[in-house]
């Protein structure tokens, strides 16, 4: 008869614990941005903003088919952009990646098309090249001490000297319109029934993820997230992917190019949270002499972070050239610089280094791309552009310090 009476109470006191655990998740999310700790909530809030004003200005803002330019665009930025949050998240800046991916357009043009060198060779070479001028960062860096605005200011000026060399006097390098590479960064875009399966993924993967970590979490005798909430958040994201590509499927589809972009995000995100390096990167960004003292090798975490950023540079300006179908003198400059750091910072990478995700460059692209296809929609002149664009990163910077400094007081506390 006890146990019968008890069995009652045992469900609502399952109840009672799972109710708990649901507003202490809720708590803890309120804790976290009360603290400084905002994560995805400014770039949320910035898209759904952007998408309204757009749209009431111009319904077309969301039409399948310029949603699906918009990606377009935003795998050549946005891949820039992921090497940027490397050298960022130590504290560094590298301001030659527009001329890195101008050079690497250039050379991809000479050996290509003028040379007669295969396509795959000369994409190993302009890639290789990235690699190369950021291991000469990282030496001036490491060796002599020359901090990174300097030494990846001079080399902007040297890089874009070498692109104008290589381009010479006609400025410009038509690529064929019926190759691979230019059929990529124009036409191709995955199958209805791919493009969905891909958006069922990263549930997948989140859910393995969470309930590992929950093994682990009571292994060592700690509490877990409950499964309910684990389920609804996987849900939720499953949910979301799916109607996107439903979405654009209405349209053209999911271009293959932006599904090259965040398959590096991917690969980006679990080297920065599942390796030791990636551990030793936030490690350096957050306190350089106490990750030294830890006995991290300072000098090769550098080297990997400006190699890095440059290689992805070089891989972003050969997008663009595939995206354009040329080499010309003008691939790399204007606001390549500008929009591969902003949508860094706008993402949530730090620029005082210790804190950033790979996620934040495809977020950030997507908020930077969205403005600039909004306001050419509306006609608007490329001044009010760069304006508009520098206010936002402008508010991203003044958010990323109050943040830190609530973060600091928070823990003082």
């Keep these: 008869m006890s146990k019968t009476l008890n069995k009652p ?95 690497a357009s250039a050379l991809l043009g000479v050996f290509w098309v003028n040379m007669g060198v295969p396509i795959p060779l000369a994409i190993l070479i302009a890639v290789a090249a990235g690699a190369l001028v950021g291991a000469i960062y990282a030496s001036l860096f490491n060796w002599i001490g020359m901090p990174s605005f300097i030494s990846t200011l001079a080399g902007l000026l040297a890089l874009l000297g070498c692109q104008l060399y290589l381009l010479g006097n006609t400025g410009s390098i038509n690529l064929p319109y019926a190759s691979p590479l230019v059929k990529f960064g124009q036409l191709w875009i995955m199958p209805d029934w791919f493009s969905h399966a891909v958006a069922v993924l990263p549930g997948l993967i989140f859910l393995y993820a969470g309930l590992r970590v929950a093994k682990e979490r009571k292994e060592v005798g700690l509490t877990a997230q409950p499964m309910g909430i684990l389920l609804a958040k996987v849900i939720a994201l499953t949910a979301t992917l799916e109607f996107a590509v439903w979405y654009l499927n209405l349209g053209r589809g999911v271009p293959w190019m932006f599904g090259l972009f965040a398959l590096l995000v991917v690969v980006m995100n679990y080297a920065l949270t599942r390796t030791k390096w990636g551990r030793s990167m936030f490690a350096v960004g957050g306190n350089r002499e106490a990750a030294r003292r830890a006995g991290i090798n300072i000098k090769r975490i550098y080297l990997s972070a400006f ?75 490329s001044s009010l552009r760069y304006m508009i664009t520098g206010g936002v990163l402008a508010i991203a910077v003044i958010v990323d310090s109050l943040a830190r400094r609530s973060r600091a007081s928070h823990g003082r506390g």
Excluded: K, W
């Excluded at 377009?72 to 946005?78: K, L, S």
């Excluded at 070089?314 to 500008?338: E, P």
């Excluded at 591969?340 to 949530?348: E, P, T």
């Design 307 to 381: 190699v890095l950023c440059s290689s992805l540079a070089a891989l972003g300006g050969i997008l663009s050239a595939s995206r354009l179908a040329s080499s010309s003198q003008q691939a790399g400059t204007g606001d390549v610089n500008l929009n591969a750091i902003a949508a860094a910072v706008i993402g949530g990478t730090s620029l005082f280094g210790g804190r950033g995700s790979a996620y934040s460059a495809l977020l950030g692209v997507i908020v930077i791309q969205a403005i600039s296809n909004g306001l050419t929609l509306l006609n608007l002149p």
């Design 9 to 103: 109470l045992d469900r609502a006191d399952e109840r009672v614990s799972h109710d708990d655990s649901i507003m202490g998740t809720v708590s803890a999310f309120v804790d976290r941005v009360r603290s400084g700790d905002l994560g995805m909530l400014p770039v949320a809030v910035g898209l759904v903003v952007i998408s309204a004003v757009f749209t009431s200005l111009n319904p077309l803002f969301l039409a399948p088919n310029n949603l699906v330019n918009l990606l377009f665009d935003c795998a050549t930025v946005g891949v820039i952009s992921l090497g940027i949050v490397c050298v960022l998240m130590l504290g560094e800046i590298d301001l030659s990646v527009g001329s890195m991916s101008g050079l």
